[in-house]
């Protein structure tokens, strides 16, 4: 069974400050997204990340993928009052066999960020 | 384009009460899904298709059926609701076959069942 951890799953940080989230997940993947949920909103696309050390940057998150660890990271630098959401990294594991996009989410990681 | 739409955005069942919840995508996309999510957790397969005519189970499928008899609609019909399948319930769909795949997700169905 396909297990998807991420830590911390809380996170309180300072406005310019800097962090990383981990995503763990414990057999292969074909890809690996991270998504961005307001409350009580649906979930935004962030990144899709699909092999052995791909790096995607957008404003002041960066994430990046080793599948040889099977981990991702999403870097948070300089953290503004906006970033504060909750964050699920998703790994799917049915594009090689049907292209399918099943994806297994971990349990999200809720970032406040203080001004 | 509306994207993903879902209705209703909210509804309250008595358990025992049957109910479908509706997707419907205009972007022509053959991959349908939906997700349950539960305080304090992320997302859970329920059910997904490939294509019309076509349905699978995700990890969470036990009191709840599918159909998807055009391209567009992918409704989810719980039978016999209980009080366990009080969450919020998201559509999603996609291309398939493309190896940078993005899925779109609806904005969402918050359901009680009391």
């Known amino acids: 069974e396909l297990k998807v951890e991420q830590n911390p799953l809380f996170l309180s940080m300072q406005e310019e400050k800097n962090y990383t989230i981990y995503c763990n997940y414990s057999?292969?993947?074909?890809?690996l997204y991270w998504y961005r949920q307001d409350p009580g909103k649906s979930l935004e696309s962030l990144f899709v990340l699909l092999s052995n050390g791909a790096v995607k940057q957008e404003g002041r998150l960066m994430a990046s993928l080793d599948t040889k660890a099977r981990l991702s990271t999403l870097h948070i630098t300089a953290a503004v009052h906006d970033l504060s959401a909750t964050y699920f990294c998703a790994v799917d594991r049915g594009y090689l066999r049907s292209g399918a996009n099943n994806l297994f989410f971990g349990t999200g990681t809720r970032l406040t960020v203080i001004p | 384009n509306a994207g993903v739409t879902q209705t209703p955005k909210f509804q309250v069942l008595k358990t025992g009460q049957s109910m479908t919840l509706q997707c419907a995508q205009d972007m022509n996309h053959e991959y349908m899904s939906w997700y349950r999510q539960d305080p304090g957790m992320g997302l859970r397969l329920i059910h997904y298709?490939?294509?019309?005519?076509?349905?699978d189970q995700g990890e969470v499928p036990n009191g709840y059926n599918v159909s998807r008899s055009t391209t567009e609609d992918f409704p989810l019909r719980l039978l016999s609701a209980a009080p366990s399948q009080t969450s919020v319930y998201f559509c999603?769909?996609?291309?398939?076959?493309?190896?940078?795949?993005?899925?779109?997700f609806g904005p969402g169905t918050r359901l009680t069942v009391l």
């Open positions: 298709s490939v294509g019309a005519g076509i349905t």
């Open positions: 999603a769909s996609s291309y398939l076959g493309l190896k940078d795949n993005e899925q779109f």
């Open positions: 057999t292969t993947s074909d890809r």
